[in-house]
């Protein structure tokens, strides 16, 4: 009896263990002021996401292309397909305008390094987050207004499992 309570209590200990661990790779996305997960997704290092947005100006989609490397992100292009205000009409300091296969404007070689960055969440941007095969829209985590943090982070099964995890 002593020694299956033993057993018992060691395989319990284990998966308190196992559960803890910050092991997985996600992109964190919290909540700026309060720091609250609303969103994890499974991510690895090369591997990229859009966040998608409706330009202020000329009310036009854009899309910016975010690659994870390791413990931080690069922007790696933006694509629209009007000129608008704060829209590259030509190409910039090493940057590459030219029209895409599908005839939609493309900005590459950005090549810009962010440890994290915040989006705050438009009441007509319609701001959305494509990740592994999933969109998710902002405004549906948190209200419009929120400032919402990405991050690179490592977090546990037990992290996993009481946030929102997106596959």
Known sequence: MR???LV???VAALLLFIAAVPIHTVLAITA???ARPVLYARVESGQEFVIKFIHSVNK???YDYIRVEDDHFRV???VYDS???GMPETSVAGMELKFNAQGLLELTNINRTLDNFT???GTVAEHSLTINNQEV???DLVAPGTGLQFAIAKVSYYELWKGRCLN
Do not use: Q
Request: zero cysteines; aromatic letters at 12%; hydrophobic letters at 50%.
């Open 76 to 78: 790696v292009k933006s």
């Open 60 to 62: 036009r989609p854009v």
């Open 83 to 85: 000129f608008g205000a």
């Open 137 to 139: 829209y902002l405004a």
């Open 32 to 34: 700026a002021k309060t």
């Open 3 to 5: 020694k299956s309570l």
């Open 119 to 121: 989006v705050f969440v």
């Open 8 to 10: 018992a209590g060691g």
